[in-house]
């Protein structure tokens, strides 16, 4: 069993920047793709950012030039930094472990095999 632990979320101005970490724990962090995912109130759970086992990455569209994602296999930590941050980018964020590696359903909660507990992030306007 794999535990994963977010923290880094908070209160922050539109505009501003915040960096999530999740760490894994277990020997086997650096076999695993990881991703975070979000959910707003009253919105189903999103995916956001992914990476593979390699470091490839995917983003969310409305992300893209604003977060980024990645990992420390060394630390056994993935990150989210996040920038410009805007007011609909509250919610809380998971952070999530693929215990296949394989990256191909990195967009979908199925995909994925453990899940942190989240962390709150909000965007005041």
């Known amino acids: 069993q794999v535990q994963l632990v977010e923290s880094g979320g908070g209160l922050v101005q539109a505009g501003g920047s915040l960096r999530l970490s999740c760490v894994a724990s277990?020997?086997?962090?650096?076999?695993?793709?990881m991703g975070w995912f979000r959910q707003a109130p009253g919105k189903e759970r999103e995916f956001v950012a992914g990476?593979?086992?390699?470091?490839?990455?995917d983003l969310k569209d409305s992300v893209k030039g604003r977060f980024t994602i990645s990992r420390d296999n060394g630390k056994n930590t993935v990150y989210l930094q996040m920038n410009s941050l805007k007011a609909e980018d509250t919610a809380v964020y998971y952070c999530?472990?693929?215990?296949?590696?394989?990256?191909?359903?990195?967009?979908?909660?199925?995909?994925?095999?453990?899940w942190g507990q989240g962390t709150q992030v909000t965007v005041s306007s």
């Open positions: 277990g020997r086997t962090f650096s076999s695993y793709a």
């Open positions: 990476i593979s086992t390699r470091g490839i990455t």
């Open positions: 999530a472990a693929d215990r296949s590696g394989r990256f191909t359903t990195r967009t979908r909660e199925i995909g994925y095999d453990y």
